[in-house]
C-alpha cells in the first residue's frame, strides 16, 4: 500500500521539470566496477591531464610565463591526508629533479572528482613546511623540558619492540596503547594491534561524532549516515556540510549540485555557519532543543498522513514496541500509530517554538518541505548539536525517525547507510580480536559508549591507577584537542603513568612536546593507505602512495623503502609497523612474526608492495579484471589511478534477497514479518520476499530500541527530547551567562594538522561570536577583550559582534589558538604563540608571550608573515562532559562574560585541575554500568574498533 | 579566434577559498599577496542574517586601464582577450596598481615586478582550464569562450542575469556574476569592522577602515584581503619637488624676459631648478620597484599612457636647463631668445602632465575631476614664486622692490587661484560617485581633517592672504607667507595623494 498523499499527489513535485527522470535512469545503470573520468571537457579545453598521458605530462611553468618554459612531469595520484574524506591528489612531479611541483585533484576519485576544498592543494605547504620535524628525535632531560636529540630508526626500532615484547612476555598487553586522531586507513593498524594480541586502539571518536553515531545505530545498526544527496529535493541537516561536514568536499559537491536542481536545504544550527548562510532555510534553535523540532514534524507527518505507511508497516519493529511499552494493546499496526500519535502529541509546532525559539511558521513550512520532499529526503547530522550536548545523542536518534518515517530509506535521493558504502578490502593474513578487555578504553561505566571513552585517559588513570608502559600517539594531539588539556600534561609529565610516549606525528603539536620519541611521518604524498569512505551512493577503495617513490619506480629505480625518497629521515606507517612488529618477535615465538611473512616468499618479512599487491589481487572484487583489461596488474593499476570503484549505484541494500537456503530452516513472524532461525533474527519480509533487512537484532528500523531499556534506560527506548546541560532557561541573563558554542570547524583548516602558510593567512584567528544585542548589554564592541570564565577556569579573547548568531549564545572557532613553550620549536611558528605555563598544585596558569612574528627560513614567505593573534585555545579551560549513554564530551559550556579588566591580556588562560576532576566525578555519577544482560560488558550487537574475543565481553566480578 | 571570459555563479559558491588556495599553488603567490580570493559580506539581522561570498578576480577587461598606463607596455593583451604581464619589461612603478579600480594588481616582493590573474594562460596553452575553475567543488566558475555558441558560459549568461564589478568604470570587464547582490559588488557598501570573523587585518588596513559602528541594518565586510597603497611618500615629495622646480624656471625665465637680467634668474635659479629636477627623478626611481630598468620607460615607450609622457617631458625640460645654462654662460642672449619659450612651454608641460597622470589611474575617483590639472599648474608657480622670493630677498639684485611685487602678486593671484579650485573641486564638484563622497568625507571630516583645513587652508592660503591684505608685501611678511605655502601645498600634495586612496577598491 502506497500512502495516500503519494498517491494523490500531494504536494508533490513536478519532477520532469528537475530532470530527475534522467536520476533516476541512471540509478537503474547496472553497476560497472572500474572507474569513471571525470575529467570534464569544455570545448577544447580540460580540467585535467588525460591519465593516458599522466606519465609523461609537459605543461608550461607559470613562474616564468610568458617565457614559455616546459616542465615534464610525472603525475602520481594520492589522497588527501587533511580531513577524513580522503578525497583524490594528484602530484606533479617534476622529471628534471624529482620534486613535487603542485598538488591538484585526482579526475578518477569517484568522491572528490578531481575537485577539493582549501585543505586539498595546501599539501603542497605540509610537504615543505619550513618546522617540519624530519629526523626521529629522542628526549634529553626530564620530559616536558623540551630537550631534544636525534636519533637512527634502529635505535628506536630495537628500544620499542623491546618494550613492546617485554609487556607482551609479562602479560601486560593492556599497558601498550595506540592513540589515534585521523586514522585516514582502513585496516592496517586494526591488523598489528590484533597480531599483537592488544587490545590498545584508542581514538578521537568521543570529542567529535560518538552521539551522531549511536544515534543513528540504534535504528538501522550504522553508526553514520551515507545521504544520496545529489538526487534529494529535500536536505535536512543539523550539521555544516557546506563548511565542513563529514566529508566536506564530496558532500558540498552534492549538495549544491541538488540545490541547483531545486532541492530545498534546511539546516538546524543556532550559528550562521557557512552552511546555513546557503539555506533555503536556517533555523537557529536554541542548543539541544533540536530534537523538539523534529519531533514536532514528525507529528505533523503523522497527523497530516504523510509518512509511508507502508515502509513503516513493514520496517519498523512496531510490534516490539507495543509488546514491551504497550502490553495490553492488541499488537496490530493500527494500533501502533495511535500509539505512536500519542507519544509525541505533545509536540506541536507551538511547542517546539517555544523550546527552540524558532518561528511557528518557519518550523511548519519546513514541515510542508520534507513532507512534499517523501523518499528523497536527505539528512545528516555531524558534531554540531549532537556532540554539543548533554543528551545529544537523542537529536540524532530524532533526526533519524524522519527519513524512516517518509520512507527515505535506501531511495535514490534519501538516507542510506554508511555501511552500505564503505568499502574496506580484505588485507593478506588476519589475525583474530584481542583476548583482553582493556578497562581504560571501555570502562564498565560507559557500556553503551561509541567508542572508546579516550578524553577521560587521564581521569581514569588518576581514578582508578591505570597504568601504560608504550604509549603511541598518532596525529593526535589531545593536549590541545581534548577538553581539560592540563590533565593530560599532567599525566603525560608522569613518568610513573606513561612509561613511554611516542608520538607519530608529520608536523610539531603541544602533545608532542611531551613525548620521548617524535617519529615523523610522511604526510599525505609521503605514505601508503587505503581509504574508503561512504561519499555517495557507491562503494569505492582510494590508494594513497609515497608519489615521489611511484615515479621513481616508474622510471625504473629500485627504491627499498618510502624512506629513501621522503625528506629527511621522514617514513610511513605502514612498513615502521611491519618492522617493528618483526622487531618484537624475531623468532616467532610470540606468534607475531607470522603475521608479518610475505604471502608471495616463505618466511621472509612482508614488504608494504607485497602487501598491496596481495589486496589488490584478492581484497578488492573486480579489480584484477579490470586491471588485466589494460595490462596492468592490480597494483600497477593502483599505483596508476589511485582509485577504483568497486560498485555503483547502490540503492536500498536493505532489499537485498536472503539466499534460499537460509530460508529452509526458517520461520516467518505473520504478525510484522520478522524472520528466526534458531531464535536469531536473520531477516525481514517486505514486498511479499524475504529481505536481509537492517543491522539491528530486529533486523528492522528499531523506533523502540530493547537494547535501551535492557542496559537500563528504558526512558531513552524511544526517539525523545531530553534537556541539554546548557538549556538555555538555565542561563541567567543578568548574570551574563552564556551558552558557549565551541565546537564547530573552519572550512580552511583541520585541527592542530594544517598549521599552512596559505590556510593560516586567511584564517588564523579565533575571536568569541556574540549577537549584537548581548554586546550591547554587556556594552561590548568587536575587538574588546573579554574574559570567558568555565567551571573550571577562565581564558580572555576578542569579540566579534554579530548578526549570524542566536542571542543568548556565544560562540567561538575550534581550530585556532595553538601554542608552544619554546621560542623555536614545539609548534608551527606561523600558527602558534610563545607562551608560558606555570604551576601551582594543579593550578595551571598560561600567558602569552608573543602572538606570531615572521622568522627566517628557506622560505621567504616566513619573514612576510603579517598576522599576530592567532586564537585561544579555549578546551584547556573545560571540564570533561561525559554523556552517560554515548560517551561523548558534550562540549558546549555554560560560561560566564564579563569585560576583560586592565590586568588582563589576550590569550590569559588559568585552570584549576582539582576543580576539573572533581567535575569528572560529578558527570560519572550519571553513568549506569554495566554489566547488562548475561553480564556483558557492552550489548554484543553494538560496533567496537579491533573487536576482542567473544569472552572478553563478560565482565567477571 | 577565442575570446575568454568567465562567469561565477554565485548561489553555487559555498565561501570555502580552494579557489584561493589553488591560485597560489599554480603560481606560487607570496604571502600578503594575491591574485584571487573570497571576500565575504554579511547582511540583514538575526534570524534573517545572511553571509555571501565573492571570488574576486582579474577582469580581463577589454578597455583595461592597467593596460593604458603602463609605460613600458609590459601588460599586454593577448588575441584570446587575456590581459597579459610580461615581467621581463615591468619597472614597478605601480601605475597599474593605481590604475586597475578592482585592486587585483599587486608587486610581486620575490621578483619585485607587477603580478596579476591572467587565466592561467600558462595552462591554457596546454588546453587545461584555469587553477581556479578546476578546484572548485561546487563548480560555481564557468569558464570559456565568449565566441562559442555552445559554450556553458554563453548558455549560462543567456538565460540568468547576470553583472558585473563597477560598470559605471566602463572597462568592460570580463568576469560576470549570477546573483550578485550591490552590497557584495560595490566595496563602498559594507562595512568593516577592525577584526574579521576569523582573522585580523593587517595594520594599515585596521588604520584605514572608518570607525565600525554595530549597525545591524547596514551590510558588514567579515572577510577580505588587505592591498598596500601603491603611491605615498615619494609621490609626495615628488609633486613638491618637480611642482617647485618648474615654478622656479617657469618664474626665472619670465623675469629674464621682462629684462631682469640678473645671474639669479639666468644661472643661479635655473641651477636650483635642474637641482630639485634630478631630485625629483632620484625620488621617482626610487620609487620604482625595479630603479634599474627605468629607463625602458624611453626605450618601450607606451604613448597612450602618460606617465611616458611626463619621462619624456621631465627628460625634455632637463634637456632645456642644460642648453639654457650654456647659453647664459657663454652671454649667447641670441640663443636664449630662441629657447625661452621653448624651455617654459616644456617645464610647463612637465607640470600639468600629472594631473593627467592621476586621471589615468582610474581606480581613484578623486583624481578625477580636470580642475587637478589646473590647480597643479598653478601649484608649481606658487612653490616656485615662494622658493624665488626667498632668494631675491637674499641675493644683491637691483631693483628688487619691482622683482618682490611681482612675485608677491603672482603668490596672490594663485592663491586665491588655488584657493578657489580647493573650494570647488571640495566643497561643490559632485560626480555620482560614492568613492569621490568618501575621500571628501575623510578630507573634510575623517583623518585628514586637521591637515586640510589647518594645513592647506588656513596655513596655506588664509594666513598669506591675510597679512598680505593687512600688512602688504615686505621681506617679513613675503618670507612668512612663502613659508606657509610651502607647508600649506605640502599638506594638500599629501592629501590628494592619500586620501585618493583610502577607499576600499575591493
Known amino acids: 500500500m502506497v500512502s495516500k498523499h503519494l498517491q494523490s499527489g500531494i504536494g508533490a513535485h513536478n519532477i520532469s521539470s528537475l530532470g530527475y527522470p534522467e536520476l533516476l535512469e541512471s540509478s537503474k545503470l547496472p553497476s560497472v566496477p572500474g572507474k569513471k573520468n571525470n575529467v570534464k571537457k569544455n570545448g577544447k579545453l580540460r580540467s585535467y591531464p588525460p591519465p593516458e598521458e599522466w606519465d609523461n605530462w609537459t605543461e608550461f611553468e607559470s613562474g616564468t610565463w610568458p617565457e614559455k618554459t616546459q616542465r615534464n612531469y610525472s603525475l602520481v595520484p594520492t589522497l588527501c591526508f587533511n580531513c577524513e574524506a580522503g578525497c583524490g591528489l594528484l602530484a606533479y612531479v617534476d622529471k628534471d629533479d624529482m620534486k613535487i611541483r603542485k598538488i591538484e585533484g585526482n579526475p578518477l576519485h569517484p568522491g572528490s572528482r578531481g575537485r577539493n576544498c582549501a585543505k586539498g592543494w595546501v599539501t603542497l605547504n605540509q610537504v615543505n613546511d619550513p618546522d617540519r620535524i624530519l629526523y626521529p628525535l629522542k628526549r634529553v632531560g626530564k620530559r616536558g623540558e623540551g630537550e631534544w636529540e636525534r636519533v637512527s630508526w634502529d635505535e628506536v626500532l630495537d628500544d620499542l619492540a623491546g618494550r613492546i615484547r617485554k609487556s607482551i612476555e609479562e602479560e601486560r598487553r593492556n599497558e601498550i596503547m595506540y592513540h589515534v586522531g585521523r586514522p585516514g586507513e582502513d585496516g592496517f593498524m586494526f591488523r598489528t594491534l590484533a597480531s599483537w594480541g592488544v587490545d590498545g586502539h584508542n581514538s578521537h571518536t568521543n570529542v567529535c561524532s560518538s552521539s551522531a553515531r549511536i544515534g543513528q545505530y540504534l535504528w538501522n545498526g550504522s553508526d553514520r549516515p551515507s545521504p544520496d544527496f545529489s538526487n534529494a529535493e529535500a536536505i535536512l541537516l543539523i550539521s555544516s556540510h557546506l563548511d565542513t561536514g563529514h566529508y566536506f568536499n564530496p558532500s558540498a559537491q552534492r549538495i549544491i549540485e541538488a540545490q541547483m536542481n531545486g532541492a530545498k536545504i534546511i539546516v538546524i544550527d543556532p550559528r550562521l555557519s557557512n552552511t546555513a548562510a546557503k539555506a533555503d532555510y536556517w533555523l537557529p534553535a536554541f542548543s539541544g532543543t533540536e530534537p523538539s523540532i523534529l519531533l514536532s514534524i514528525v507529528r505533523y507527518l503523522l497527523e497530516t498522513g504523510q509518512f509511508d505507511e507502508k515502509f513503516v508497516q513493514e520496517w519498523f519493529n512496531w510490534a516490539e514496541y507495543l509488546s514491551s511499552v504497550h502490553p495490553q494493546d492488541e499488537i496490530t499496526f493500527d494500533n501502533f500509530i495511535i500509539r505512536l500519535k500519542e507519544e509525541y502529541a505533545e509536540f506541536t509546532f507551538e511547542y517546539a517554538s517555544e523550546e527552540s525559539g524558532v518561528s511557528i511558521e518557519q518550523i511548519a513550512e519546513v514541515a510542508q518541505v520534507i513532507a512534499r520532499a517523501g523518499s528523497r529526503l536527505s539528512v545528516h547530522v555531524w558534531r554540531a548539536a549532537a556532540t554539543g550536548n548533554l543528551n545529544g545523542w537523542q537529536v540524532a536518534r530524532c533526526l533519524h525517525f524522519i527519513p524512516s518515517l517518509t520512507g527515505a530509506i535506501g531511495t535514490v535521493g534519501g538516507t542510506h547507510l554508511a555501511s552500505w558504502h564503505k568499502f574496506v578490502p580484505s588485507h593478506p593474513n588476519p589475525a583474530p580480536g584481542p583476548k583482553d578487555w582493556n578497562e581504560l578504553l571501555y570502562p564498565p561505566e560507559y557500556p553503551l559508549a561509541h567508542f572508546e571513552m579516550s578524553f577521560l585517559m587521564p581521569h581514569l588513570m588518576k581514578d582508578k591507577g591505570h597504568k601504560i608502559d608504550t604509549y603511541f600517539t598518532r596525529v593526535y594531539n589531545p593536549v590541545w584537542t581534548n577538553p581539560d588539556g592540563f590533565m593530560w600534561v599532567d599525566m603525560l609529565k608522569d613518568e610513573d603513568k606513561i612509561g613511554c610516549h611516542v608520538a607519530l606525528t608529520p608536523t610539531w603539536s603541544e602533545t608532542a612536546w611531551f613525548a620521548d620519541y617524535i617519529l615523523p611521518m610522511g604526510v599525505a604524498t609521503e605514505r601508503h593507505d587505503n581509504q574508503s569512505q561512504e561519499t555517495h551512493p557507491a562503494k569505492w577503495v582510494g590508494f594513497r602512495q609515497p608519489v615521489l617513490r611511484v615515479a621513481r619506480e616508474k622510471l625504473g629505480e629500485t627504491v627499498e623503502t618510502t624512506r629513501d625518497t621522503n625528506p629527511g629521515e621522514v617514513w610511513e606507517e605502514n612498513e615502521f609497523l611491519i618492522e617493528l612488529s618483526w622487531r618484537i618477535d624475531p623468532d616467532g615465538s610470540l606468534g607475531i612474526r607470522k603475521y608479518f611473512e610475505s604471502p608471495y616468499r616463505d618466511g621472509e618479512k612482508i614488504t608494504v608492495n607485497e602487501y598491496y599487491q596481495w589486496m589488490f589481487e584478492n581484497g578488492v572484487p573486480g579489480l584484477p579484471e579490470a586491471s588485466e583489461k589494460e595490462g596492468l596488474s592490480p597494483l600497477e593499476y593502483m599505483r596508476k589511478y589511485g582509485t577504483f570503484t568497486v560498485e555503483d549505484n547502490i540503492y536500498k541494500v536493505h532489499m537485498k534477497e536472503l539466499p534460499e537456503n537460509d530460508l529452509e530452516s526458517a520461520e516467518i513472524a505473520e504478525l510484522d514479518g520478522t524472520i528466526n532461525d534458531n531464535g536469531k533474527t536473520i531477516g525481514n519480509m517486505s514486498e511479499g520476499k524475504a529481505r536481509i533487512g537492517f543491522n539491528t537484532p530486529s533486523k528492522k528500523l528499531e523506533f523502540y530500541s530493547h537494547t535501551m531499556t535492557d542496559w537500563n534506560w528504558p526512558e531513552h527506548a524511544i526517539p525523545s527530547y531530553k534537556k541539554t546541560h546548557v538549556y538555555w532557561r538555565d542561563m541567567d541573563k543578568s548574570e551574563n551567562e552564556f551558552d558557549l558554542l565551541p565546537n564547530y570547524r573552519l572550512p580552511t583548516l583541520i585541527h592542530t594538522r594544517s598549521a599552512v602558510k596559505w590556510l593560516y593567512e586567511i584564517t588564523h584567528n579565533n575571536p568569541l561570536w556574540i549577537h549584537t544585542e548581548d554586546a550591547l548589554r554587556m556594552g561590548i564592541k568587536t575587538d574588546d577583550l573579554i574574559k570567558v570564565e568555565t567551571e573550571i577556569g577562565y581564558f580572555v579573547t576578542r569579540c566579534w559582534v554579530t548578526e549570524g548568531l542566536k542571542p543568548g549564545i556565544v560562540a567561538m572557532a575550534h581550530h585556532l589558538g595553538r601554542w608552544r613553550l619554546n621560542e623555536n620549536i614545539g609548534a608551527p611558528k606561523i600558527a602558534s604563540a610563545l607562551v608560558k605555563i606555570e604551576e601551582k598544585e594543579g593550578e595551571f596558569t598560561m600567558n602569552q608571550i608573543h602572538g606570531v612574528e615572521p622568522f627566517k627560513s628557506d622560505d621567504p614567505d616566513t619573514e612576510r608573515i603579517w598576522w599576530k593573534e592567532i586564537g585561544v585555545n579555549q578546551n584547556l579551560t573545560f571540564p570533561v562532559n561525559p554523556d552517560p549513554i554515548s560517551g561523548m564530551h558534550c562540549w558546549h559550556q555554560k560560561v560566564k562574560l564579563a569585560k576583560a579588566t586592565s590586568s588582563e591580556r589576550y590569550g590569559d588562560i588559568k585552570v584549576d585541575t582539582e576543580k576539573s576532576f572533581a567535575h569528572y566525578k560529578k558527570w560519572l555519577e550519571m553513568a549506569r554500568p554495566a554489566p547488562g544482560p548475561n553480564g556483558l560488558r557492552r550489548p554484543l550487537w553494538f560496533l567496537r574498533p579491533n573487536k576482542p574475543q567473544a569472552d572478553a565481553y563478560l565482565l567477571k566480578e | ?506
Open chain 2, 1 to 506: 579566434m577565442n575570446k575568454y571570459a568567465m562567469a561565477i555563479d554565485l548561489r553555487a559558491c559555498i565561501g570555502c577559498h580552494a579557489c584561493t588556495i589553488a591560485c597560489k599553488s599554480e603560481h606560487d603567490i607570496p604571502i600578503g599577496t594575491w591574485r584571487c580570493w573570497v571576500k565575504e559580506v554579511e547582511k540583514g539581522t538575526f534570524p534573517n542574517t545572511r553571509r555571501e561570498f565573492l571570488p574576486v578576480l582579474c577582469n580581463q577587461c577589454d578597455d583595461a586601464p592597467c593596460q593604458n598606463i603602463c609605460p613600458t607596455k609590459a601588460l599586454f593583451r593577448r588575441d584570446d582577450g587575456i590581459v597579459d604581464l610580461d615581467p621581463e619589461w615591468c619597472i614597478g612603478c605601480k601605475s597599474c596598481i593605481a590604475a586597475c579600480p578592482y585592486d587585483q594588481i599587486f608587486i610581486d616582493p620575490n621578483t619585485s615586478t607587477a603580478e596579476k590573474c591572467n587565466f592561467c594562460a600558462n595552462r591554457l596553452e596546454a588546453d587545461l582550464e584555469p587553477a581556479c575553475v578546476v578546484v572548485c567543488p561546487t563548480e560555481c566558475r564557468v569558464f570559456g569562450d565568449l565566441e562559442d555558441p555552445d559554450a556553458k558560459i554563453n548558455k549560462l549568461l543567456t538565460h540568468e542575469p547576470h553583472n558585473v564589478r563597477k560598470p559605471e568604470y566602463n572597462t568592460s570587464p570580463n568576469i560576470y556574476y549570477v546573483n550578485g547582490s550591490q552590497q557584495l559588488l560595490d566595496p563602498t557598501k559594507p562595512m568593516q569592522s577592525g577584526i574579521y570573523k576569523q582573522g585580523e587585518m593587517n595594520d594599515e588596513l585596521k588604520q584605514s577602515v572608518p570607525e565600525f559602528k554595530n549597525d545591524p541594518q547596514e551590510s558588514r565586510t567579515v572577510y577580505d584581503t588587505f592591498h598596500n597603497i601603491p603611491w605615498d611618500k615619494n609621490i609626495i615629495s615628488y609633486l613638491m619637488t618637480k611642482g617647485a622646480s618648474t615654478g622656479l624656471l617657469m618664474l626665472s625665465l619670465f623675469l629674464w624676459w621682462l629684462d631682469y637680467k640678473s645671474s639669479l634668474f639666468s644661472i643661479w635659479m635655473p641651477v636650483l631648478s635642474g637641482i630639485l629636477l634630478t631630485v625629483t627623478g632620484y625620488v621617482l626611481i626610487t620609487d620604482l620597484k625595479k630603479p634599474e630598468r627605468f629607463y625602458y620607460i624611453l626605450l618601450r615607450s607606451n604613448w597612450n599612457s602618460w606617465m611616458t609622457w611626463g619621462t619624456w617631458f621631465i627628460t625634455l625640460k632637463g634637456i632645456f636647463i642644460l642648453l639654457w645654462l650654456l647659453g647664459a654662460m657663454t652671454s649667447n642672449d641670441g640663443f636664449l631668445n630662441s629657447i625661452l619659450w621653448p624651455t617654459i612651454l616644456v617645464s610647463f608641460l612637465s607640470s600639468i602632465y600629472t594631473g593627467f597622470f592621476f586621471a589615468q589611474a582610474s581606480a581613484r575617483d578623486l583624481w578625477k575631476g580636470s580642475e587637478n590639472t589646473i590647480d597643479i599648474g598653478v601649484l608649481s608657480i606658487l612653490k616656485g614664486a615662494a622658493i624665488l622670493a626667498f632668494f631675491v630677498i637674499i641675493f644683491p639684485i637691483t631693483n628688487k622692490e619691482n622683482v618682490l611685487n611681482i612675485l608677491g602678486n603672482t603668490i596672490t593671484v594663485c592663491t586665491l587661484i588655488h584657493f578657489s579650485i580647493l573650494m570647488f573641486s571640495i566643497l561643490l564638484h559632485r560626480y555620482g560617485s560614492v568613492a569621490h563622497e568618501r575621500s571628501i568625507e575623510l578630507i573634510l571630516n575623517g583623518p585628514f581633517k586637521k591637515e586640510f583645513w589647518n594645513g592647506a587652508i588656513i596655513a596655506g592660503c588664509g594666513v598669506p592672504m591675510f597679512i598680505f591684505w593687512s600688512i602688504g608685501y615686505n621681506y617679513f611678511t613675503l618670507l612668512l607667507a612663502s613659508s606657509l605655502i610651502m607647508l600649506g601645498s605640502y599638506y594638500w600634495d599629501k592629501i590628494w595623494v592619500q586620501a585618493g586612496q583610502k577607499i576600499p577598491l575591493s
